[in-house]
């Protein structure tokens, strides 16, 4: 490893954070994390187990009733001075989500941007929290309505976005007053670290917020979800382990929140503006290296520019450099482990199987880490295994279309429901496409929506809920509505 690489690691807390301090865990077991462009270990991080976890808990539960009381000025200058430590520390954050995760260092800096915008804007959010006070329309009584913080919250992160997907929760509960517990994905628990040394740095108060990075998920979440004293549950990750949490969380009725996973389809009508599109498709596919939940997974092309558009989109493509992350120039890093790879090679498989050409790609790259090269596949029907699974990696399959109805028939026919992206020059179409499409998010002209402003989130088994924009504090708020008699 170079200099650079070695401080950044050196420097990152390796331990839990629990009750604002640093803690070797109570069966002192520590797990490996790996760089996934090289396959080779970068260092160990303390493995919690449930002892930790309730630890953590008992923390959180101490400290909630004085941190709902905590001045919400003080709360937002709390995650202000956070988002500013962040940035501060931008070069060398993101060159540690690069080692631990593999996308690109340019990638990684604007990941911290954008994790640092979560709490910038939460920080604003957290003294504009109004209630409300009213005539009951009998005039016999008053209405006061107040908003509380829900309580204790289990926060679960994903690997994709190791920075962000945490600050999208810690952002709101913390503008919110309510503790919470931080559970990172095992591949990436360093970003977390990072993040809970900043947020000390930055002030949060002893107990406000625990990190908890292990190999036990379930031995570490579902005591916490079924105990009793966590009020809430948020979760990004997989439909299938959003379903399980869901399921834990309602033996106690819990608050839950759920980004989960996507399946987009990408409509380009023959009157889009073509090289918009292709941009935009890129944007869409290729941001992160395909593995994020947004990733365009399905490209509806209608007859008229399908071919013209497959070409220049391999064009795109195929200049695209492969590579470890940290090295100048290169554009697309690693996916995350061999399991994610040999999952993207089958999807690939299945197509050709089924009829569909190879534009460019189509493989593994070389290298000791699980690098793919960058693939269109012209020519998919819609019957092929991946356009009802999420790829997650970065393969871009092209689906001719002849109609706007066809088209929004197949780009509507998955469980899935996060977002989708529509080019046409149309407004009409524009607008009638955006109401039919059963999505959260709908990217018009434009091919990525993430923006901690606006609310981001999806329907069907994409999730519950939202995170961002003037609604993402809700998900961590209460409604207490007291009602007062005797008033003349
Ligand atoms: P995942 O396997 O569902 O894991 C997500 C988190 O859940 C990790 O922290 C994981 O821990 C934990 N987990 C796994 N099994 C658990 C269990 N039984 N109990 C409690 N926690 C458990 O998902 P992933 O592979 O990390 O992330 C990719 C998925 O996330 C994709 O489906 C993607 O679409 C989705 N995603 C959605 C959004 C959104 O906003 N909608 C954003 C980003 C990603 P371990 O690491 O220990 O397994």
């Known amino acids: 490893m170079a200099g650079h690489e070695e401080r950044v690691i050196t420097e990152v807390a390796k331990q839990l954070f629990i009750g604002g301090e640093w803690r070797d865990p109570a069966l002192g077991a520590t797990f490996k994390v790996e760089d996934p462009s090289t396959g080779s270990v970068l260092c160990e991080v303390a493995d919690a187990g449930t002892d930790d976890a309730f630890a953590a808990l008992d923390a959180a539960v101490r400290v909630q009733p004085t941190w709902a009381k905590h001045p919400p000025r003080e709360r937002g200058e709390i995650l202000r001075r956070a988002y500013e430590l962040l940035m501060q520390r931008q070069e060398d954050l993101a060159l540690l989500m690069t080692l631990e995760m593999g996308k690109p260092v340019p990638e990684a800096k604007g990941e911290i941007a954008y994790a640092a915008d979560f709490l910038r804007w939460f920080s604003e959010e957290a003294v504009r929290i109004e209630g409300g006070f009213s005539t009951a329309p009998n005039g016999q009584a008053r209405f006061l309505i107040m908003r509380q913080p829900v309580g204790p919250s289990m926060l679960v992160t994903p690997w994709n976005f190791p920075m962000a997907m945490g600050t999208r929760k810690i952002g709101p509960a913390i503008a919110a007053g309510c503790t919470a517990i931080l559970k990172p994905a095992q591949q990436t628990p360093l970003s977390a670290l990072a993040l809970a040394q900043i947020l000390r740095e930055a002030g949060l108060p002893e107990g406000v917020l625990s ?141 050709v199987d089924r009829g569909a050409r190879v534009m460019v790609g189509g493989g593994p790259d070389e290298g000791a880490g699980y690098f793919y090269r960058p693939t269109v596949l012209s020519d998919v029907p819609q019957e092929a295994e991946l356009s009802d699974t999420e790829i997650f990696g970065p393969v871009a399959p092209v689906i001719t279309f002849e109609t706007e109805d066809e088209a929004l028939a197949d780009a509507n026919d998955t469980e899935y429901g996060l977002v989708s992206y529509v080019y046409t020059s149309d407004l009409n179409r524009a607008l009638r496409v955006s109401e039919r499409l059963e999505t959260g998010m709908v990217g018009l002209n434009q091919g990525i929506v993430s923006n901690p402003a606006a609310p981001f989130g999806g329907v069907k088994h994409s999730g519950l809920g939202r995170e961002g924009g003037r609604v993402g504090i809700e998900e961590f708020l209460e409604t207490k509505y007291i009602g007062i008699g005797g008033v003349d």
């Open 211 to 351: 990190v908890l990075p292990t190999t036990d998920a379930g031995g570490v979440t579902e005591p916490l979800l079924r105990d009793g004293r966590i009020r809430k549950m948020s979760f990004t990750g997989s439909t299938g382990v959003g379903r399980k949490l869901l399921e834990q969380s309602s033996e106690q009725v819990l608050r839950t929140s759920l980004e989960l996973g996507g399946n987009a389809p990408f409509l380009v009508f023959d009157d889009a503006d073509l090289d918009a599109a292709v941009e935009g498709a890129m944007q869409a596919k290729m941001r992160n290296i395909g593995e994020a939940c947004t990733a365009a997974n399905r490209i509806y092309a209608q007859s008229g520019i399908a071919a013209e558009f497959s070409r220049r989109l391999s064009e795109r493509m195929g200049q695209l450099r492969v590579g470890r992350g940290t090295e100048e120039g290169v554009q697309v890093g690693p996916l995350i482990d061999a399991k994610a790879r040999e999952k993207v090679q089958h999807l690939v498989d299945d197509a």
